[in-house]
């Protein structure tokens, strides 16, 4: 595979993790497409199918004992800046303090993360990612990665051009008229 194909392959993975960690700013409402929000169920030409299909066995195996999207949304946010507060992780990860403090100590316990005081403000503690969770995360985007490169094998270069520009586009309208987030790999 080239380097352009691995860029598109990039640009469609860094849209999904978009798109699948997005959390509208404001108003208590759940993030997520709208079959998930309690909006009128798909009819899907009036075959009866009241919500919208889930693909599955598609998905690879997932170690459940990490927990779900939360923790790698915590993960993804340490690799990106290590050293954060709780405040600045349930910000960035889109939880409230407590929720976020739960998966810090979660993660702490499972050896991911670990808490040290500030440098600059020892009354301040600050999160860091440890090897064991820097691990586990990239392992998850290779697999992520390799997912997305299988199933655009039977595109043509060209239509995985054209599919990666208009659903990167998708995401980042769909993001930016339901409350915004940017997309960048996770």
Known sequence: ????????????????????HFRPRGGGQRGGPPWAQGRPPFDHGGH????????RGL???HDHSMGG?????????????DGLSISEIAETIGVDQPRAS???NESAERGLVTRRADDRDARRSVVELTTQGRSILSRANETRRSAVADAVSGFTPEETATF????TRFVADWTQHNGGHHLSPE
């Open 48 to 55: 009866g199918v009241d919500r919208m299909p889930m693909a």
């Open 164 to 167: 990666a520009a208009l659903f």
């Open 1 to 20: 595979m080239n380097d352009e194909s691995q860029d598109r392959i990039a640009e469609i993975e860094a849209a999904l993790v978009a798109l699948r």
């Open 102 to 104: 739960r998966l810090v």
């Open 69 to 81: 999207a939360a923790r790698f949304r915590l993960l993804g946010a340490l690799r990106d800046r």
């Open 59 to 61: 998905r690879g195996t």
